[in-house]
């Protein structure tokens, strides 16, 4: 069974930055897309960004330029969110993409001055 686990999230200012981190274990890792999602309150989870199993990074509209998607060779996926807005306030999660229906606890972003 593949698991998630996120961390680094926090609160920033708008204009700051967070740097999240997701630990996962999963044997296929290496060979899998990887993504990043966010669920605000009262919505679904939305798609943010994934990163290919060569390393090659998708974002969607409203996170690109401002966000970077990374992974190592191991089991570990970033995002480093610069620039970050008060809309970006979410639980974020990491999970294959497409996802599967499992995730893990994530890990709560807030921007507010």
């Known amino acids: 069974q593949v698991q998630f686990v996120e961390s680094g999230g926090g609160l920033a200012q708008p204009g700051g930055s967070l740097r999240l981190s997701c630990a996962v274990s999963?044997?296929?890792?290496?060979?899998?897309?990887i993504a990043w999602y966010r669920q605000a309150p009262g919505k679904q989870h939305e798609l943010v960004a994934h990163?290919?199993?060569?390393?090659?990074p998708d974002y969607v509209d409203s996170v690109n330029g401002r966000f970077t998607i990374s992974r190592d060779n191991k089991n570990t996926v970033y995002l480093q969110m610069n620039n970050l807005k008060s809309e970006d306030t979410a639980v974020y999660y990491c999970?294959?993409?497409?996802?599967?229906?499992?995730w893990g606890q994530g890990t709560q972003v807030t921007v507010s001055s």
């Open positions: 990163v290919a199993p060569d390393g090659n």
């Open positions: 999963d044997r296929y890792f290496r060979i899998r897309n």
């Open positions: 999970n294959t993409f497409p996802n599967l229906n499992s």
